[in-house]
Each structure stands twice: as C-alpha cells, then as structure tokens.
C-alpha cells in the first residue's frame, strides 16, 4: 500500500491521528506534497514511514526547502507518479505538468480539500489534509497495486472512504 499525504503545517510532529496514522505505519511507501512546515515534522515522517518520498511546498521553513525538491517523479504501483505541491494555472497547470513528466498520475497539495480529478491523459490526486484541513475532511490517500494500475481511496480521519477511484498505468 502506498499512502498519499499533503499539508501538515506542523512545527512540532508529524501531526497523524487515526487511520492516517495507521496508513503511513503500514505503508511501503509514503507519498507527501509539501507543507510539512518545519524540520521537526519532516524528520518525523522520516522516522514514521518506511520509505518516505516528498517535495516541499510553499510553507515550509528554508530548512526544509533545503532538504526536498520542488517536484519529482517516481514509480510506485504500476504507475509513474508525478509530486508537486502546486502548480501556476490550477488544474490545466497540474495536467501539463503530468504530460511533460509522462505520468499516469500527478499528485499536488496546497488546497487542502480531497479531490480526484481525471483528464483525458492524467488523473489528478490531491490527498487533503490530514491535520490542517481548514473547513474539509481531515484526509489522506491510500493507493493499493492492482493489476498494473493502482485502486485508490481518499480516507477521512477515521478510516470512512471519501472517494474510490482507479489509475490505470500505461
């Protein structure tokens, strides 16, 4: 299982609760698009995940900046995965970045509201927030291998599915 996370705004831990916490302890991979906000959140990812892959976002402290690229891509699943924080121009902008990084699946954060949005190339995840959700679910993404594609679920705090969806690799 993979488990995808985003904006935890937090200066003193990794702020998981829940079945977002259970996910990450269970995970083979941990995805995380930005905002940790300070080292100590990080390095509590680091130390909670097995295998931690992030970038930074737009709140994070210059250490973190430091630490984590803007974006990257990565295989997980079947699929190749793009990881931003935000892109300029919103949906279109996410979308092109996926193209021009030939991924099946992009995966931001910076809005904090769950969504799963699905182009003609592209499927778009933004995971939420699992601590700071700012009027939205507190939430996070799981992503289970399926037949080289992946199932995903977007998860609310205790453990009830927002949203199921799949990606298709190519």
Known sequence: MIAVLSDTHSTDGHDLQ???LDA????ELVIHAGDFTTETALDA???AADQLFAV??????PAVRDRLPEARTLEAGGLRVAVTHRQRGG??????FGRESGADLVVSGHTHQPTVTETEDVTLLNP???ADPRGNPAAHAELHPDNGGVRGEIRDRDGSVLREFRVEGQ
């Open 128 to 130: 939420g927030s699992h």
């Open 24 to 27: 990450v302890r269970d995970a």
């Open 91 to 96: 949906t279109t902008g996410l979308a092109m």
């Open 45 to 47: 990812f680091y130390d």
């Open 18 to 20: 829940g079945r977002a």
């Open 56 to 61: 930074h976002g737009n709140a994070d402290q």
